[in-house]
């Protein structure tokens, strides 16, 4: 990918009552905004990250679509708010 592309976390928070973490923002991506969701379980898993709706998502291709993926979790794991690649 050469486009630059910007991730911004927009919320990302601890819920005692399941001991889990929840976190939501945006993607920016050859001038579309994705929005996304995820949470980590606190299990071993990492964060599980999803389209809100995959109909926005739907033009991007595969490999696309899992790059875009792995850089939120990149931001995620890294405790960024916001990252410009």
């Given at each position: 990918?050469?486009d ?8 990302k ?7 889990d973490y929840?976190?939501?923002g ?11 969701s ?8 990492g964060?599980e ?14 490999g ?22």
């Amino acid at each position: 990918m050469t486009d630059n592309i910007s991730v911004t976390i927009d919320s990302k928070y601890h819920r005692g009552q399941f001991d889990d973490y929840l976190s939501g923002g945006k993607i920016e991506y050859k001038g579309k905004i994705y929005y996304w969701s995820a949470q980590d379980s606190n299990y071993g898993f990492g964060w599980e990250v999803e389209p809100i709706t995959e109909e926005d998502w739907s033009g991007l291709d595969e490999g696309e679509f899992n790059e875009l993926i792995n850089l939120i979790e990149k931001c995620l794991y890294e405790h960024q708010t916001e990252y410009v690649f």
